[in-house]
């Protein structure tokens, strides 16, 4: 800290203009600048105080910082270059205590509390760290020549995932980081492929890249802890040649404190929190992982859900079941749910009346996951849309009596479904010929409400061929802390 | 450089700070080089003396030329260039 910026002895007062206080103790600051040795530091305009020698402009707030100023006014009294008192806000008792009768201010209330300093105010206090104090990051800096565009370099050093990305400047990531408790230099775990540590920091800036807000870290954080459970095989899906990439399911409070999208267009664009929380776990998978389409990332076409796929499921009716709840998770804990999806399908059904009729109308639109011959060779989730999901709630079926109908009328004959049967090459094994078939896992259907209230429709999200290895490889559901 | 901004690496930091170049080619057997005159006076007698050189190796070249030295090369002849060529010589005769 550069000693020319305190006095060595005598007071400094910091004010702004925009403060009534501040202003109601104008003549008092004018009177102690009679008995000499006052400095004041003006967060707003420096030509307030007016009647003062010495007024320091501090717009750019260093002073402020540098004292952890967190209201004005704020009387500190320095000796021998150290400050030895202060006193915040205007109480008569207090600055006359401090500095004497010239400080008594003659005619004004005996107190009136001052007002929030300009450095604390919100993402202020970030800027200052970042500018004047230590940030305590321990990344390396990158730096950006002054005609550079930070996002064209951000492109350049390959951080993107085609799309601009915020340049992830110090301020940026100090106020991510305030959005959790975690430590900054606490791992959450080894991303795939290179298995690359990945510390909290590593995480909140990428978080940033992404365009994510700070509220949105204990989110962020919760979905790549799930994706690193080793039941959800993030590796082998990053690997794989075929469609699929992380879709990120929300549950619970979190969902709903941050904004996220259960309603019209949910698995589409335009929120922030949705587009954003997904896209952060690619880029955390591209950038600290080493996961790059082209290397290790083999996929054939890939789809579109592989810059961002994720969404909150609609718990507005009490009587559904939520999905986290569902997989274990406590009603009312904020949970994540990870499952390996394509593209969305969309299904369409406007005849369909009772919950029998739809039922079998979607089972029909399942058995297409994957190939229509192809059996436990891949789950699906299945998000129901307001009006179909109203046609089961008026006949009185909930979430697990949907779902048993759903895996009954998923059964069909190996005859059927074999290779070569009905002069189609692709199906199972001549070995299945006289078994009835599951389509998918006891519990490899995910059920999800979400969607707007008009459409007969629904959407089927196909899953990943690995998760025909039950035990090895399923969507994974954990709370988020 | 005068640095206008500080970003943090996103990365593990397993490669270095400085981004790296292109490998350079191992060899101009079937490739073609790019041979720009940027556009000052007499640089295609330059050109041209490179591009003897390159016929008597057996390497293919193309030639091309800015339309003015004092501006950078168009985005256009770039694209030509890097669709055509796998190496280029810019080149002047000052």
Redesign the interface.
């Known amino acids: 800290m550069p000693d020319y910026i305190f006095p060595n002895d005598g007071f400094v007062i910091v004010a702004k203009r925009d403060c009534p206080t501040c202003v109601l103790v104008e003549p008092v600051m004018q009177s102690l600048d009679r008995e000499g040795h006052l400095t004041v530091f003006s967060q707003d305009d420096p030509s307030f105080p007016a009647g003062v020698g010495h007024v320091v402009d501090d717009r750019g707030l260093e002073r402020s910082f540098r004292l952890n100023i967190e209201a004005v006014p704020t009387l500190i009294r320095f000796k021998d270059g150290r400050e030895v008192e202060r006193t915040v806000g205007w109480e008569r008792a207090e600055w006359t205590r401090l500095a004497g009768a010239a400080a008594a201010g003659d005619g004004l209330p005996a107190w009136q509390p001052g007002c929030g300093s300009r450095s604390v105010e919100p993402g202020v206090h970030e800027a200052l760290v970042a500018r004047y104090g230590d940030p305590g990051l321990k990344s390396r800096e990158i730096s950006v020549a002054e005609w550079d565009d930070p996002i064209e370099a951000c492109f350049e050093r390959g951080w993107s995932d085609g799309l601009p990305v915020v340049p992830p400047t110090d301020e940026r990531i100090l106020r991510m980081l305030a959005g959790t408790e975690r430590k900054p230099d606490e791992v959450v775990g080894l991303i795939p492929p290179n298995l690359a540590p990945c510390t909290v920091e590593k995480v909140a800036i990428n978080a940033v890249m992404a365009g994510c807000k700070p509220e949105y870290m204990p989110v962020v954080l919760g979905v790549l802890e799930a994706a690193l459970d080793p039941l959800f095989v993030l590796h082998g899906l990053l690997c794989t040649t075929h469609f699929s990439g992380p879709l990120v399911i929300i549950n619970g409070p979190a969902a709903r404190a941050i904004g996220m999208n259960s309603g019209v267009n949910a698995l589409g664009q335009g929120n922030r929190a949705n587009a954003t929380i997904g896209r952060a776990l690619q880029l955390i998978v591209r950038n600290v992982g080493g996961g790059l389409p082209g290397a290790i990332d083999r996929a054939t076409l890939g789809n579109p859900g592989k810059y961002t796929f994720c969404f909150a499921e609609d718990e507005s009716d009490p009587d559904w079941e939520p999905l986290s709840v569902r997989r274990g998770i406590v009603a009312g804990k904020s949970a994540v749910t990870l499952f390996h999806g394509e593209g969305v399908n969309g299904f369409i059904d406007q005849k369909s009346r009772t919950p029998e009729e739809l039922v079998r109308s979607l089972a029909m639109g399942l058995f297409g996951v994957g190939h229509p011959k192809l059996c436990l060779a891949g789950n699906a989730v299945l998000v129901l849309a307001p009006e179909h999901y109203k046609i089961f709630k008026d006949s009185g079926w909930n979430r697990r009596r949907i779902e048993d109908a759903l895996y009954q009328a998923l059964k069909r004959p190996g005859r059927e479904l074999i290779q070569g049967a009905g002069d189609v090459a692709e199906g199972l094994p001549a070995a299945m010929v006289d078994k009835m078939v599951d389509k998918f896992q006891p519990d490899g259907l995910l059920l999800v409400r979400a969607g707007g209230e008009a459409g007969l429709f629904s959407a089927i999200i196909g899953g990943w061929p690995g998760q025909s290895v039950r035990d090895e490889c399923q969507a994974v559901t954990h709370e988020i802390r | 450089?005068?640095?206008?901004?500080?970003?943090?690496?996103?990365?593990?930091?397993?490669s270095p700070?400085r981004?790296a170049r292109l490998a350079p080619l191992q060899s101009l057997s079937n490739q073609t080089v790019a041979l720009m005159d940027i556009g000052k006076s007499r640089g295609a007698e330059f050109i041209d003396r490179l591009e003897s050189h390159f016929k008597a190796a057996g390497v293919a070249t193309k030639r091309y030329r800015k339309p003015t030295n004092t501006k950078v090369a168009p985005v256009d002849l770039l694209q030509k260039i890097a669709h055509e060529a796998q190496a280029a010589v810019i080149a002047l005769s000052d």
Do not use: C, H, Y
């Not at chain 2, 450089?1 to 397993?14: F, G, H, Q, S, Y």
């Open positions: 450089m005068n640095v206008a901004i500080k970003l943090r690496d996103p990365t593990a930091e397993t700070m981004r």
